[in-house]
T-cell receptor
Framework: DAGVTQSPTHLIKTRGQQVTLRCSPK?????VSWYQQALGQGPQFIFQ???????QRGNFPDRFSGHQFPNYSSELNVNALWLGDSALYLC??????????????FGAGTRLSVL | AQKITQTQPGMFVQEKEAVTLDCTYD???????LFWYKQPSSGEMIFLIY??????QNATEGRYSLNFQKARKSANLVISASQLGDSAMYFC??????????????FGTGTRLQVTL
């Protein structure tokens, strides 16, 4: 049973560039959430996708955008990269929006360095 | 105001001993869930245990138990019989809202646990 997979594992970009991160959810899951984890901090919620629509968004600028495909996989795009975008980007998958014990399972993350 | 507070940046525990990691939360929503995740140096967040706000009993999962004190708004993680492999960052997280709502998690700043021989 494949868990959540993310690619690439590491990425180095320069300021002003654009980046795309990819996530495949755990088998059977249809909801994908993205989080940003700066060094030494807890993850911060970016947005969540369900049925190919953005359902909830955290306090992140429009430079952060996403997409969910019919097979439930997802992409996170960041435009006009800043040094402050350097972080571990975590993808989490879950089943539907039903609240009761809706566990989010995480991938190993993509570590983005902006120089 | 912080929604999730973890006041212990670092903790040490000897192998085979029990350890308690503290977590307090703040919400006015009557429906919420509390989660603990483990993050080894590899980066992956590993789900450990869940407690719902309406659950009458404290959650347990193997060596992990959650000491849920609703009136005090605390959800401490207890790890029994610590093992060297338990050395990692531990995050407490909360989800607010009822059925059908989007389910973002709000995380604390984490506690680094080091298990020693």
């Amino acid at each position: 049973d494949a868990g959540v997979t993310q690619s690439p594992t590491h990425l180095i970009k320069t300021r002003g560039q654009q980046v795309t991160l990819r996530c495949s959810p755990k088998s059977g899951h249809d909801t994908v959430s993205w989080y940003q984890q700066a060094l030494g901090q807890g993850p911060q919620f970016i947005f969540q996708y369900y049925e190919e629509e953005e359902r909830q968004r955290g306090n992140f600028p429009d430079r952060f955008s996403g997409h969910q495909f019919p097979n439930y996989s997802s992409e996170l795009n960041v435009n006009a990269l800043w040094l402050g975008d350097s972080a571990l980007y975590l993808c989490a998958s879950s089943l539907g929006l039903a609240w009761a014990k809706n566990i989010q399972y995480f991938g190993a993350g993509t570590r983005l360095s902006v120089l | 105001a912080q929604k999730i507070t973890q006041t212990q940046p670092g903790m040490f525990v000897q192998e085979k001993e029990a350890v308690t990691l503290d977590c307090t939360y703040d919400t006015s929503d009557p429906s919420y869930g509390l989660f603990w995740y483990k993050q080894p140096s590899s980066g992956e967040m590993i789900f450990l245990i869940y407690q719902g706000s309406y659950d009458q009993q404290n959650a347990t999962e193997g060596r992990y138990s959650l000491n849920f004190q609703k009136a005090r708004k605390s959800a401490n993680l207890v790890i029994s019989a610590s093992q060297l492999g338990d050395s990692a960052m531990y995050f407490c997280a909360m989800r607010e809202g009822g059925t059908g709502t989007a389910s973002k998690l709000t995380f604390g700043t984490g506690t680094r646990l080091q298990v020693t021989l």
